[in-house]
């Protein structure tokens, strides 16, 4: 089966490309101009999402697409009008592949999306029956982007999976994550803002292991699936998770409830880590029976040794 998939060279992309190579599928992967990614055995072509240019050549004689590219969540933003920006990379991008696929004759379409369309989190756990109320521009060309997938869909009769995920995790993430790594291998206490707060978080792992899963049980239609990691993380735990993995004593630093609610104010970084968000993965599991086969302390662990090789 020949697979193409955009954003090859992102986050989760370079970690799909050799998964699904290694069970047989004949990749195709479709970068930015400029750049290259896949090895040995995968072919390579430059498109531009936004304009549809090398879409059709890329797309040709595959089976399936797996679309990752994206105009990702950004927390200094430089544009004068993010949402925008985001729209022309998230929704009118995504037009264009799902548009190009159903044209080259792709039999399926998985889009990745995120929670961030379902809204910002609170006390509530989110699932995919929850109103949407995105309050961002990243979070609303992501809603839209999957309305986009619905309606062309539904139009032309291709099958289509959405995945909407929540913060991942993983070896070449430059997010949160390796600072707090950062931090503890150092062996600086971590400031707890809000020390029983519990966040949905998915390995990187986890989630390519389940694009195969989708495209062989997904049933017709386009179904929209949470994916999470089976358990839900406080900020203590994941601390506590990386500094075994550095082999360091975990030391925290509690921090008032006035400093906390002022943080939160000042810094978005500051508010992921005190905050609540989650989320339910249970009608994945339920449907295409599909358990995450690594848990937090094997994907931190990895998180960690990538860590040493590479950002020391």
Not at 173 to 190: E, K, S, T
Request: hydrophobic share 35%; net charge positive.
């Amino acid at each position: 089966m020949k697979v193409a998939v955009t954003g090859s060279t992102g986050f989760i992309g370079s970690h799909l490309l050799p998964l699904l190579s290694s069970r047989g599928y004949r990749c195709v992967a479709l970068t930015e101009p400029g750049l290259r990614s896949g090895g040995d055995g995968v072919e390579c072509f430059p498109v531009d999402v936004t304009s549809g240019e090398g879409l059709a050549e890329g797309l040709k004689g595959s089976d399936g697409v797996v679309h990752l590219a994206a105009r990702n969540h950004v927390l200094k933003e430089p544009e004068k009008d993010p949402l925008s920006a985001y729209r022309r990379v998230n929704v009118e991008g995504t037009r264009n592949v799902i548009r190009a696929a159903v044209q080259a004759g792709a039999r399926w379409f998985i889009h990745f999306s995120s929670v961030k369309a379902t809204g910002e989190g609170g006390e509530a756990v989110f699932d995919e029956d929850s109103p949407c109320k995105p309050s961002t521009p990243y979070g609303i060309s992501k809603l839209e982007s999957e309305e986009v997938v619905r309606c062309v869909a539904e139009e032309s009769g291709i099958r289509a999976v959405i995945f909407r995920l929540p913060m991942v995790y993983g070896p070449g993430n430059l997010g949160n994550l390796p600072r707090m790594i950062r931090w503890a291998d150092n062996g600086l206490p971590f400031p707890l803002f809000h020390p029983e707060n519990l966040r949905s978080m998915v390995y990187v792992g986890n989630v390519v292991h389940a694009v195969p899963h989708a495209i062989r049980k997904a049933p017709q239609g386009v179904p929209t699936y949470i994916l999470k990691d089976v358990e839900d993380y406080s900020t203590r735990i994941v601390y506590t998770a990386i500094c075994d993995a550095l082999g360091k004593k975990p030391r925290y630093l509690t921090v008032p409830s006035p400093a906390v609610r002022l943080g939160g104010l000042l810094s978005e970084d500051f508010r992921k880590i005190t905050g609540s968000f989650r989320v339910s993965s249970a009608k994945f599991v339920r449907e295409i029976n599909f358990t995450p086969p690594f848990s937090l302390e094997e994907g931190i662990t990895r998180t960690v040794e990538w860590y040493k090789r590479s950002a020391r």
